[in-house]
C-alpha cells in the first residue's frame, strides 16, 4: 500500500492545494504563495456527512420570520449587516490592525448583554484583564456578559456546547488551532478547518457567530480567500489611520445589500456612530477656493457627498507627477487624457494631486465629473462655486453618462443647503419635480466646464 501523504501545499492566498510546490497558483495566479503545510487525515472525516444527512423538505413548510434578526442596538451596524444579526449567521470583521475590530465587537456585547442575550466572547489575543480595561474605557457592562481566552477549538467546542449562548464572538480566527491538524495557526489549513468548525457549530446549534480576521498588507483576510466564501458576511473595516472617523463596508452579504457603509468616530471612550456621514465629511471645506468641489458617490443605499481636491502646476520634470488619494489612480489619469484631448487642455504637462478630503476611498464612476471639474478649476485657477454640487460618469468621448438613484442624490445634496446640482442631462431627464434645487443637466465635459466659465 502506497505510503499516506503527509504533507501538501497550500496556496496562501486563495487556499488552492497541490501535492508539490509552484511558482505560481494555477487557481488565483498569484506568484510565491505555495507553502508546506502537514496534512493529517481528519478525525471528523465521517462526521459531516451525519450532520447533513436530513431529510428534504419542501420550501413552503419552512418558517421565516423577520423577527429573526437580532438587533444590535449599534444603528450604523445593523444598517451594514442589513438590518440586524441573522440568527445562525457566520461574519466575517476584517481590518488592519488597530483599526477597533476589538472595541466594535465589545460595544456589540455591552449592547446585547443589556437585552438580556447570553453572549459568549472568546479571544485568542488578548488577556481577561487586558478585556476587562478595554471595557472600563467603553462603559457600564451587566453582569452577564461571559468572557473566555482560549485558542484551541475543542476546548471552544465545549463551552459553546455548555453555555449555549445566541452571539459568540471569536478573535481572531488566525489565533484558533483545532489539535488534529497539525499546522501552525494562522496557516491556511488551520484557518479553513477552524471556520468550517464555527460554520457547523452556527448552523447546527443556530449561534450568530462573528469572526476576527486579520488584514493583509494587500487589504485581504490574511491567508485564504476560502474563508470569503465560507461565510454569510463579509465585513471590512477601514479608514484613515490618522484620522478619526472608521468606515466598516459590507463586502458579501447573504442577508441583505453589499457595498452598505457604516460610519463611526473613534473617541476616548470607544467607538461613537457618526448618523450623518455627509456633513461630517464636508466638515473644515475651504470657501471660494479653486480645486475644491463637491461631489456625490452611493455607498450601498446611502447618499455620501464628499469634497475632491485638485491641485494641477506645471511640472518641473519631464515627466509629470500624478497621485491620486481615495480614488483610482488610473482613473484620474484616463480622466486627465479626456480633458487633453476631448477638451484641448493642456496638462500632459502639469502635474496633478487629487485627494477624496478625509481619506476616504470611493470608486464609484459618479465620482468622475467631480474629479473632472475639480481638476479643470485648479487648472484655470476659477472656484467652483460653494453651494454646487456635481456627479456623473465620463465616458472617453468626453461624454457625461447617466448615473443611477439620481434622485436620492439630489435630495441629498438639498438637505445640506446646496443650491445647484450639475448632474447628467439624461438623469436630469429621468428626474421628477424637485423644487428648491437648481438642476443643470450636462452632456458633455466640456458643457461642465462651460458651466464654471
Ligand atoms: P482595537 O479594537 O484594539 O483594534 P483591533 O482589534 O482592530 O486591532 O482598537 C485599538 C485602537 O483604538 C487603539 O489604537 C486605541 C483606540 N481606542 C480608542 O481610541 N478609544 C477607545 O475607547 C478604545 C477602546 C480604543
Ligand atoms: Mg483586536
Redesign the pocket.
Known sequence: MAKAKTTAYFCQSCGYESSKWMGQCPACREWNTFVEEPVAPSKNAGKLQKRTANEPVKLSSIETNTEDRIHTGIHELDRVLGGGIVAGSLILVG??????????L?QVCQNLSTQNRKVLYISGEESLRQIKI?AE??GSFTNDLLLLCETNLEVIEGAINRMKPEIVII?SIQTMYREDVSSAPGSVSQVRESTSTFMQIAKGMNISIFL?GHVTKEGVVAGPRVLEHMVDTVLY?EGDRHAAYRILRGVKNRFGSTNEIGVFE??????AEVANPSEFMLNGKPEGASGSVVACSMEGTRPILIEIQALVCHSNFGIPRRTAAGTDFNRVNLLMAVLEKRVGLQLSACDAYVNLAGGIKMNEPAVDLGIVMAIVSSFKNRPIDDKTIVFGEVGLSGEVRAVNMAEQRVLEAKKLGFETVILPKVSLDSLPDIKGIVLKGVKTVRDAIGLIG
Not at 481590518?95 to 475590530?101: A, T
Open positions: 481590518g488592519d490592525p488597530g483599526i477597533g475590530k476589538s472595541t466594535l465589545l478595554r474605557r467603553i478573535d476576527v473595516f473613534m473617541r476616548e471612550k470607544g467607538l
